[in-house]
């Protein structure tokens, strides 16, 4: 798949919402709302239409803001997702949205790994499985979990440059 300008810019705002989420832990406002006006603005003015970005939001919107009410994803990564879907559409966050979900797992392992966390995590979960089953356990030190925003960036790398999780088009 050949990358134009709307993509690039996609990419660009995705390097920048992984290099602040490796960071600090958070992907800033200031970041995902001018993304999410951008792409709505590309949309338009790059041929797709002005529906294309609002559906893709909206479908954003509409699979991310309940895993945020569940406190599956953070805030800002369910508002970084729902800004990508303005770049590319209904059918791409669905797409980009599955790459995420497939990746989380190995990619999460592997961010852990890097920033040196792993049996930190492994503990808490110990401390989780403990409470679940009623056996007296000292919560850990320190909560680790992984940071989404590079795994965001290498899910959106992946359904941009690939037709691995194209799974609307398939069925469509």
Do not use: C
């Not at 993304?35 to 609002?54: K, N, P």
């Amino acid at each position: 798949m050949t990358l134009g300008v709307v993509e690039g810019v996609l990419i660009a705002g995705l390097v920048g919402a992984a290099v602040q989420d490796w960071q600090t832990g958070k992907i800033p406002n200031v970041l995902t709302g001018p993304m999410l006006l951008i792409g709505l603005l590309l949309s338009g003015l790059a041929g797709q239409g002005w529906l294309f970005g609002l559906a893709g939001a909206a479908v954003g919107f509409a699979i991310h803001f309940p895993l945020w009410v569940l406190q599956v994803e953070k805030g800002g990564d369910a508002k970084l997702l729902i800004a990508a879907g303005a770049f590319v559409g209904w059918a791409g966050i669905i797409e980009f949205t599955l790459a995420t979900m497939i990746l989380y797992l190995p990619m999460g392992l592997a961010i852990l790994i890097a920033k040196g966390r792993l049996k930190n995590f492994f503990g808490h979960l110990r401390h989780v499985a403990n409470q679940a089953m009623n056996v007296p356990s000292a919560e850990p030190e320190e909560v680790t979990v992984a940071v989404m925003g590079p795994l965001i960036l290498v899910s959106g790398l992946v359904a941009l440059t690939t037709d691995t999780f194209d799974v609307v088009a398939q069925l469509w």
